[in-house]
């Protein structure tokens, strides 16, 4: 089925490891989105895309770094982990247009960091 | 600037009952606003969207919202709550920033649905 697929689902960190997180879509989307998620605190935008080969900042961009090299991927890193980066991570993607359409979510990646 | 607030953070109703999961949100534009769902261990659904014209919207899974300017509100209501009802719901509005859109997501409200 078409939609954002993200990997891993799962993931134990050790303090000042780093990884990769990777979000694909088959949509042909243009936008692309990393929020984080943590109880009482909603969904907070982490970095964006507005096409292949940009990227920007959201509200809490401190930590992490984003790539869109293909327009298909948007990928999040985390180059050196904290306990504060424990949180489940969503991608979303939307087409190109107007601010009435919706956005397309991913099932999520839950992190931890020991 | 614009904002989005859900009030209570976890709300409870019985099978059969009214759910009535509130949202109110400040934008000095006219407001484009979203309710999603997310059930467990899954990512966000969108349930129904207020863009302009008819100020009732119905949604998936029976789910309603009305868009009410003089109360800045969009709260969401289904006439009969089912157990798999059962999830979180975001609130959402979509802002206009340096010529792209993003969204402002209120904080959440759990539903638990009791047999």
């Known amino acids: 089925n078409a939609g954002v697929t993200q990997t891993p689902k799962f993931r134990v960190l050790k303090t000042g490891q780093s990884m990769t997180l990777l979000c694909a879509q088959d949509m042909n989307h243009e936008y692309m989105y990393w929020y984080r998620q943590d109880p009482g605190m909603g969904l907070r935008l982490i970095h964006y895309s507005v096409g292949e080969g940009t990227t920007a900042k959201g509200e809490v961009p401190d930590g992490y770094n984003v790539s869109r090299l293909k327009k298909q991927n948007f990928l999040l890193g985390l180059e050196s982990a904290a306990p504060s980066q424990t949180s489940v991570y969503f991608c979303?993607?939307?087409?190109?247009?107007?601010?009435?359409?919706?956005?397309?979510f991913g099932s999520g990646t839950r992190l931890t960091v020991v | 600037a614009q904002s989005v607030t859900q009030l209570g953070s976890h709300v409870s109703v019985s099978e059969g009952a009214l759910v009535l999961l509130r949202c109110n949100y400040s934008?000095?534009?006219?407001?484009?606003l979203f309710w999603y769902v997310q059930y467990p261990n899954q990512g966000l659904q969108l349930l129904l969207k207020y863009t302009t014209g008819a100020t009732l919207v119905k949604g998936i899974n029976g789910f309603e919202a009305e868009f009410k300017k003089s109360e800045t509100s969009f709260h969401l209501t289904k006439p009969s709550a089912h157990m798999s009802d059962a999830a979180e719901y975001f609130c959402?509005?979509?802002?206009?920033?340096?010529?792209?859109?993003?969204?402002?997501f209120g904080t959440g409200t759990r539903l638990k649905v009791l047999a």
């Open positions: 979303a993607s939307r087409r190109l247009g107007g601010r009435d359409y919706g956005y397309t």
């Open positions: 934008s000095s534009v006219p407001p484009y």
């Open positions: 959402a509005v979509s802002v206009s920033v340096s010529g792209t859109y993003k969204y402002i």
